[in-house]
């Protein structure tokens, strides 16, 4: 093979692959998650600026771990009841937020939840 070729052929592969590595790498999981909300729609969530907020992963992963779709399986088989992450992580965070005057997210049903 030309070596030219060859050079290119290594160069783009790099320029496609790396920074899908990187922001893996740097985030520690994907950066937008849509978390299944049941009836009431997904939850679009975006996990690297929660990431870079709050810097501590247990504040939520110490209910659920750092896997694919881990909140559903666990209500699946009854560990934690339905709403649990909703309600004692999610809103209790951002009307804490909201009370003490900060930049909070959202606290109404269609604000988080979308069909
Ligand atoms: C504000 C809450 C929150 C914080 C803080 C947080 N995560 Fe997550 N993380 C989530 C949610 C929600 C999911 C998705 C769970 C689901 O889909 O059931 C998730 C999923 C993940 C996943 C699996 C993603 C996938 O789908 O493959 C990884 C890996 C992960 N987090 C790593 C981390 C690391 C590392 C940190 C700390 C640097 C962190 N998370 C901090 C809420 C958080
Ligand atoms: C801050 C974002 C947020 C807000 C605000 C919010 N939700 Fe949720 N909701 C979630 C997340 C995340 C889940 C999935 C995790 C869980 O079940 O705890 C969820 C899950 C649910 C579920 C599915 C439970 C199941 O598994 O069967 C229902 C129903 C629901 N929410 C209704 C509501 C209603 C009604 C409101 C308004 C009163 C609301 N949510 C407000 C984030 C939110
Ligand atoms: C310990 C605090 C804390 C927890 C827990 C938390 N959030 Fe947030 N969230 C924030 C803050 C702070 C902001 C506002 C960030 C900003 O505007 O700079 C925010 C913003 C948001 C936003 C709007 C902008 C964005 O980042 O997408 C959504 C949607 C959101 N959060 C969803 C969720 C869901 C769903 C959960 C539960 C899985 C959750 N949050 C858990 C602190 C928290």
Known sequence: MNSRFL?????????????IT???AASGGPHQIDIFGGKQGKVPFLHAKHQE????????????????DAIRKLKAEGTIKPK????????KCHKQDKRAGKPHGPVTCATCHFK
């Open 84 to 91: 649990k992450v909703m309600n004692l992580q999610c809103i």
């Open 7 to 19: 050079l290119i052929s290594i160069v783009s592969t790099l320029l496609i692959f790396l920074p």
């Open 53 to 68: 907020n709050l810097k501590d992963c247990t504040i939520c992963h110490s209910v659920f771990p750092q896997e694919t």
């Open 22 to 24: 990187a922001i893996h």
